[in-house]
């Protein structure tokens, strides 16, 4: 029986199949797999780079792709015949030789890249790779039949120009060697492109043969998986991609066996964070040692997050041992089992009126600010304790008679509160928090029940969570491994909360992804320069750059528009929309979002019976669309004036609003898979980049 391990191009081309050619090729896959009568026969291919490539024939004038070693056979891709036969002819494929995985090189266009820059080498002297040894490069694993050519590169474009041609375990620790890294960090390049922890001394793995296809296969999840029954295949076949083929970042830290202590995982938007949790969340569960929970931002998200887990679990029994629910509705539901009835959560403008009360004189969201951001964030008990906090993020000094006096109002605010049976979902996480921290039964008893309601609890879209709520999660879970996973990206934070895991006792290993699969180059770096490229803090001590965040990809730039009245955008927006639905995109593909709820409502209007979301800037958090717009990007409207703290109260606070406005309409940006569309009437947002 042939073993079939099956690439990620092989069920994307076979979707685009037209019927009836993609019923007839999976019909044939499957007779393949089983070897059953009918079955196609592997074909050689005259002109191959690679003589163990053939081709099947799946359907009437398409044919499958392999590469076949012993009776293995990797299935790569099913075209029409003629490009079958030209794709069979143009690739070959090997072992990289220091970690093991398969690669696969363009060796067609290789060839012909290599006879120009034979011809340049000769008329340009300089060697890129002059300083490394041949050792060194053996070390790095580029290959012995690339090396000569890699000896006549004489700078750093030629190699840019040939990084499609190349496996990427080979143009990795090259590229970081012309940029002038040393031979180690080119090394730890190569040795991210692992998908799975290298073998310890206590668990050796077969050592690696470069001419071991089939066991390089094994090593590859991200570029093969084998399929042993017709079950897997059509698992394989039907699954998204993103369900099967983890990139080896993402893989490596979703499936590692145990982690001893909280994990944190960074990353710049569309690197799979949230993909790297749900996969996480499904390893854990699996594995079955107690519940899993799997937090985010809000009921929304929470709602996209549970329909994946429902795409990526097949198994009923583990998919129920995973949770998906936000930080409030968790604060609700204990608080509620302890005191036998639904808390009630006071409105904004109740508890606006409640400082205006204290006639403290200073503004209630200077006060409401300064009870979440400093005295709830610190949890702060006594006005002792508040007189000597610290206050970060605060810039107007509050001498002790003024710490006073708004504690005074805080305690009028909690007072009032308390008398009408009401709380802040902040008040109510820390008192959730306080609730699971109690222990219960007897002390001296060793086997006192736990509290902990979970086993496991991932954390997508960290960057917002508040201390209160850090400390809420912290006593949901024991200390034990495999504790806290925790995803997040600092750039794209919409809320006012800076918080390092550290210091609400969180000490979390870190690890960052730095590939953006979603965007292209164009979009990223567009959206690098809106976000300022700066640094950010939170969840992290200190703060944390964008540098080294890039794509796989190009795409269109970003098309930016100014129209001259709010109709004419609105016209302008509904034309573009019209267009693209009529280029075919789906339009649940296609998102608007704007920063008003009346710039919401106009474009709703405009693009009635359309289809497409409209949302606030705020609700495009976490999703994603082949095409986006975003309007009402100008001056006066992007940042919003009145969520801005007056520069005459709070400098300081003033310039993390800023920063909030500036991430909202970033993370607004970087939801395009393909297009991003920006428009404004009026002068343009001080934030769009020139
Ligand atoms: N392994 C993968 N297979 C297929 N697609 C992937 C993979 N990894 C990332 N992608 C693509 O990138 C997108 C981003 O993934 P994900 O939503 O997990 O990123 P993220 O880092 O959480 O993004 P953000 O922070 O912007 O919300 C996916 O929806 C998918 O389009």
Same mark, same amino acid.
């Given at each position: ?143 012995? #039949? ?91 076949? $039907? ?10 970042? &993402? ?19 569309? @690197?799979?964070?949230?993909? @790297? ?63 036998? !009835? ?15 009360? @204290? ?22 008990? @006594? ?108 750039? &794209?934070? *919409?809320? $006012?909360? #800076? ?12 690890? !960052?992804? &730095? ?63 019209? #267009? ?19 710039? *919401? ?10 289809? *497409? ?19 009402? *990007? ?57």
């Amino acid at each position: 029986m042939p073993r079939l391990a099956i690439s990620p191009e092989f069920p994307v081309e076979l979707g685009a199949l037209p019927q009836p050619a993609r019923r007839d090729a999976l019909v044939s896959v499957r007779r393949f797999l089983q070897n059953s009568s009918g079955a196609p026969h592997p074909e050689r291919v005259r002109g191959a780079r690679d003589d163990r490539v053939a081709t099947l024939r799946l359907a009437d004038r398409h044919r499958g792709v392999v590469v076949r070693q012993r009776d293995v056979y990797w299935l790569l891709t099913v075209l029409p015949d003629a490009d079958a036969w030209a794709y069979a002819q143009r690739y070959r494929f090997g072992v990289n030789p220091v970690i093991g995985v398969v690669e696969v090189w363009d060796a067609e266009a290789l060839e012909q890249a290599e006879r120009a820059i034979r011809r340049s080498s000769a008329v340009f002297p300089a060697r890129l790779f002059a300083d490394t040894c041949d050792s060194d490069m053996a070390e790095l694993g580029v290959d012995h #039949r690339f090396l000569p050519l890699v000896r006549l590169i004489s700078d750093e474009l030629t190699l840019e120009a040939l990084e499609p041609l190349l496996p990427v375990t080979q143009y990795a620790p090259l590229a970081a060697l012309a940029r002038g890294e040393s031979v180690a960090t080119a090394w730890r390049e190569l040795d991210a492109c692992r998908p799975a922890d290298p073998p310890s001394a206590a668990d050796p793995i077969d050592p690696i043969d470069p001419d071991d296809l089939a066991a390089a296969l094994r090593r590859s999840p991200d570029r093969a998986v084998f399929a042993a029954d017709v079950r897997e295949l059509n698992h394989v076949l $039907d699954a998204p991609g993103w369900c099967v083929f983890l990139h080896p970042p &993402q893989r490596r830290l979703a499936y590692r066996d145990s982690y001893g202590q909280p994990v944190l995982v960074t990353g710049g938007a569309g @690197t799979g964070k949230t993909l @790297t949790a749900l996969h996480r969340a499904a390893f854990l569960a699996r594995r079955g040692a107690g519940p899993v929970l799997l937090v985010t931002f809000s009921q929304g998200l929470s709602t996209e997050l549970s329909a994946r887990l429902d795409v990526l679990i097949e198994d009923g029994v583990v998919r129920k041992r995973i949770e998906v629910g936000n930080v409030d509705r968790l604060a609700q539901r204990v608080v509620a089992e302890a005191e036998g !009835r639904a808390p009630v959560i006071v409105g904004a403008d109740e508890l606006a009126g409640l400082w205006r009360e @204290t006639g403290s004189g200073h503004s209630p969201a200077f006060l409401l600010r300064e009870w979440e951001q400093v005295i709830l964030a610190q949890n702060l008990l @006594t006005l002792d304790e508040y007189l000597s906090a610290p206050r970060p993020g605060r810039g107007v000094a509050l001498p002790a008679e003024e710490r006073a006096a708004v504690w005074a109002a805080v305690e009028h605010v909690t007072g009032r509160l308390a008398e009408r049976g009401k709380r802040t979902l902040l008040q109510l996480a820390a008192d959730a928090s306080i609730l699971l921290g109690q222990t219960t039964g007897d002390l001296l008893e060793e086997a006192a029940p736990r509290r902990e309601p979970y086993r496991h609890i991932v954390v997508d879209e960290a960057q917002d969570l508040h201390p209160a709520q850090w400390r809420l999660l912290r006593a949901a879970v024991p200390h034990a491994p495999d504790d806290l996973f925790i995803v997040g990206d600092p750039h &794209q934070r *919409v809320l $006012d909360t #800076r918080v390092s895991l550290a210091s609400v006792g969180i000490d979390a290993l870190w690890h !960052r992804l &730095q590939v953006s699969y979603r965007l292209p180059g164009e979009i990223l770096s567009w959206g690098v320069r809106l976000r300022g490229g700066g640094p950010a803090d939170g969840l992290v001590a200190g703060v944390q750059e964008l540098y080294g965040f890039r794509a796989t990809r190009h795409g269109p730039h970003p098309v930016v528009r100014a129209y001259d009245s709010p109709e004419d955008e609105l016209n302008g927006l509904a034309a573009h929309v019209a #267009r693209w639905i009529s280029e075919g995109v789906p339009p649940g593909e296609i998102a608007v979002a704007a920063r008003t709820a009346d710039l *919401v409502r106009g474009a709703r209007a405009a693009l009635k019976d359309t289809g *497409v979301r409209v949302t606030t800037l705020h609700g495009m958090k976490g999703l994603e669309f082949r095409r986006v717009a975003v309007i009402g *990007v100008a001056d006066g409207i992007v940042p919003a004036p009145d969520s801005l703290t007056p520069a005459g109260e709070d400098l300081t606070a003033r310039a993390h609003d800023l920063q909030r406005e500036r991430g909202l309409l970033y993370v607004a940006c970087t939801r395009a898979r393909e297009l991003l569309y920006v428009s404004h009437s009026g002068r343009a947002s001080p934030f769009l980049p020139v």
